[in-house]
C-alpha cells in the first residue's frame, strides 16, 4: 500500500517503514502532497498532522483533494490545529491527537489494516521503575535466569546505559562489543544482519546439554558511556525495531533506566505491544516511584495498561510497610494492573553470587531456596502471560532439598576475599 505522511514527527516514517506492507512517501510541503495526489496514480492513502508549519485552510485543502481522488485520510492533531478535531470527526475522518510515533504506527496499523505482528516479531518485557536502585537490574538478571532454566532463549538489553548494572552482575568484560557505536553507525544499520555482531555472547550463560536455552546481550558498554548522551528517543525506538527483528530468541528482556520522562523507553515498548515488569518493593518512597511510572503509562498507552505486571519485592528487614498491604492498594489503584508473585529477600544469596569468582546465578547458589522456588513461580507466571510456552518444566524442588538446603543455609559455594574489581 502506498501511504503519503506529512509529518515532522521525528522518528514515524522509520517506524513505519518496518510495518513492511507500506511504501512511505514523506514529502515537506503541502504543494509536494497536492502533486503526489493529482498524480496518475494518486496514493492509497494519506496520513497528515500539524507538525509543520501550514494553515489550516491548506491542510483542509488537501484532504478534501485527497477524497476527490480517492485516498483514505487519516488525520492526527495535536498541536496548533487541534481545535479542529471536532471538525474533522464529523467530517467522517478517523482522527487521533497524539506526540508518540508508537501509538500514533499503532493507530495507523489498525486503521490501514497492517499486519504488524509479522512472524519473527520478538516478544518483549521491559522491566521498569521511576526510581532508581528498586531492583530493575536485580529482576533483569533472575527473570533471565529462570526463563533460560525452561529452555528459553533470552536476549538481554541493557538500555540503562548511564548506570549499566548488568554489566557487573553479568561479569560482562570490557572487551565486549557495544551498540553504543551501532547506533552512531545511523539507522541503516539497525536491522538484524547489522545488530547480530553487536550481541555478546558469554561462555557462562550458553544454551547447556539438558537443554537449558542460553542468555545473550546487548550491552552499551562504559566505555563509550559519554555517548549515551547522543541516544535520542528515536534513535532508541528505530534501534529497537530491528531488536524485536532477530531471529534466535524467544523474548528480548530490557533493563529500562529510571529516568521515564527523558527515556520513555518502558512506555515505548507497551505502545508497541510489549509488556511491562515493575519490581514493586513496598516502601513508601518505592511504592511512590511505582506509581508515578503506573500512572505514566496509564496516561500514554491507556488500551494496553493491563499488559503490566507488577513483581513485589520483599523489603528489607526493618520496613514496616508488606507486600501484602501494598499489593491491596495497587490492586484498589490500578484494577487491571496483575502480579506476578513476590520475590523473597535473599541478601546472603545475592552477597555470595556478588562475591563469586566469576559469574554465578543466585539460583544456582540456592537452587532449593525458597527465593529459587519464588523465581521459578514468577516465571512461570509471567510465561503463561506471554503465551511462551518453555520447552522445560518448571524446576520444583522436593521436600527434603529444601530442607537440606535449609539446614545447609542454602549455599554451600565457597566465597572469597572480597576484592575491589
Ligand atoms: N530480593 C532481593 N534479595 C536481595 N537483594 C536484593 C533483592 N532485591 C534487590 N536486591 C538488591 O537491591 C539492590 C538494588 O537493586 P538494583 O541494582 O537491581 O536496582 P535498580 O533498580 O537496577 O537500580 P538502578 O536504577 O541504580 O539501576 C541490589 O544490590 C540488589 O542486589
Ligand atoms: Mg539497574
Known sequence: MELVI?????????????????AILAPSRLDQVARLLEGARPPEALYLDDTRPAPLPELWR????????????????????????????????????????AAIVAWLAEHLRLRRDAPGRLTV?????????????????????????????????????????????????????SYLHLIQRGPAHWNADGIRPFIFQPEHTRGTATGWGAIDFLIGSHTVARAENDVRLPDWQGFY??????????????????????????????????????????????????????DHLRDHAPERIEQCALLFMEPERGVTATVREVAALFTRRYPQVASLGTLPRAPRLASL????????????????????????QVVDTLCSRLGLAPALPMPRSSLWARLNARLRGEGAVASHSPAIA
Open 241 to 294: 525495531q530491528g531488536v524485536v527483528s532477530l531471529e534466535g530468541y524467544d523474548l528480548v528482556l530490557i533493563d529500562t533506566p529510571p529516568d521515564y520522562l527523558r527515556r520513555p523507553y518502558a512506555t515505548h515498548v507497551l505502545q508497541s505491544g510489549g509488556t511491562v515488569v515493575l519490581p514493586a518493593p513496598p516502601g513508601a518512597r518505592e511504592r511512590l516511584g511505582v506509581g508515578h511510572l503506573l
Open 353 to 376: 553470587a556478588d562475591e563469586h569468582d566469576g559469574y554465578i546465578s543466585m539460583l544456582d547458589i540456592g537452587p532449593h531456596s525458597p527465593f529459587a522456588g519464588a523465581v521459578h
Open 6 to 22: 506529512f509529518t515532522a514527527i521525528e522518528g514515524l516514517q522509520a517506524q513505519l517503514e518496518q510495518c513492511g506492507e507500506l
Open 62 to 101: 488537501i484532504i478534501t483533494l485527497a477524497r476527490r481522488v480517492g485516498a483514505r485520510v487519516l488525520v492526527n492533531f495535536n498541536g496548533s490545529a487541534r481545535g479542529a478535531l471536532n471538525d474533522a470527526q464529523a467530517a467522517g475522518l478517523p482522527t487521533l491527537s497524539e506526540r508518540e510515533p
Open 125 to 177: 518485557v521491559a522491566v521498569g521503575a521511576a526510581k532508581g536502585g528498586i531492583g530493575k537490574t536485580f529482576a533483569t538478571c533472575v527473570l533471565a535466569e529462570g526463563m533460560r532454566r525452561r529452555g528459553l532463549r533470552v536476549l538481554v538489553w541493557d538500555s540503562d546505559i548511564s548506570n549499566p548494572g548488568l554489566v557487573p552482575a553479568f561479569r560482562i568484560p570490557g572487551s565486549a562489543p
